[in-house]
C-alpha cells in the first residue's frame, strides 16, 4: 500500500512541475498586447549604446517570437510604427532584416495552408483595393524608398521561396498590381 501512495505522490508531483513548467512556458510567449506594453515603456530618446541595442534586439526577439495571428494584431494596432521610427536609419535596416523574414515566412506559411477559394476572394479584394488606388504615387523618396525596396525585396524573396505553387499562381496579379502602382509617378 505504501509503494502505491509513494508513486501516486510521485506522479502527482511531476503533474505538477509539468503544469508550473506549461504555465511559465506560456507566460513567456509575447503576445501583442506584451510587446505593446514593452514598446510603451521604452523611452528610446533616454537609451544609449548598449542599452539601446539590448532594447532593439529584445524587442525584434519578442515581434520575432509572436504567432502568425499575433503578429496581425500587432501590426493593426500600428504601435509598432512609433518604435520603429524612433530609431536610427541604420537601426532601422536592421530591425527589418531581424524580423521581416520572420513575418513574411508566417504569411506565406499561412497562404500555404489557406483554403484555396477564401485566399482568391482575398487575393480579389485587395487587387480592388490597390486598383482603386492607382496614381497616387509611385515610390518613396530618400530613405523611405530605402525601407520600402527593402521591404519589398524580403517580401519577395520570401515568396519566391516559401510560397507553394499554388500560392504563387494565384498572389501573381497582386504582385503585378503592386509593381505597376509603384511604377506610377
Not at 508531483?13 to 511559465?24: E, G, R, Y
Not at 504569411?107 to 482568391?120: E, G, I, L, Q, V
Amino acid at each position: 500500500m505504501k509503494f502505491w501512495l509513494k508513486t501516486l505522490a510521485l506522479v502527482g508531483a511531476v503533474w505538477l512541475v509539468a503544469a508550473i513548467v506549461i504555465h511559465f512556458a506560456n507566460a513567456i510567449q509575447p503576445t501583442a498586447a506584451s510587446v505593446t506594453a514593452y514598446e510603451q515603456r521604452l523611452d528610446m530618446a533616454a537609451l544609449q549604446g548598449d542599452a539601446r541595442a539590448r532594447a532593439i534586439a529584445r524587442m525584434e526577439k519578442m515581434v520575432n517570437g509572436l504567432t502568425f495571428d499575433e503578429r496581425q494584431e500587432y501590426n493593426h494596432e500600428r504601435t509598432g510604427r512609433e518604435f520603429f521610427f524612433k530609431l536610427t536609419p541604420e537601426e532601422q535596416i536592421a530591425y527589418l532584416d531581424a524580423t521581416l523574414p520572420t513575418g513574411f515566412k508566417q504569411m506565406m506559411d499561412s497562404f500555404n495552408k489557406m483554403d484555396p477559394a477564401k485566399r482568391k476572394q482575398m487575393v480579389n479584394d485587395a487587387l480592388q483595393r490597390m486598383k482603386e488606388h492607382e496614381g497616387e504615387g509611385g515610390m518613396p523618396q530618400g530613405q523611405d524608398a530605402t525601407i520600402a525596396q527593402h521591404v519589398i525585396d524580403q517580401g519577395l524573396k520570401s515568396f519566391y521561396s516559401d510560397a507553394n505553387p499554388q500560392v504563387k499562381l494565384d498572389l501573381a496579379p497582386l504582385i503585378e498590381q503592386m509593381q505597376h502602382n509603384m511604377e506610377r509617378p
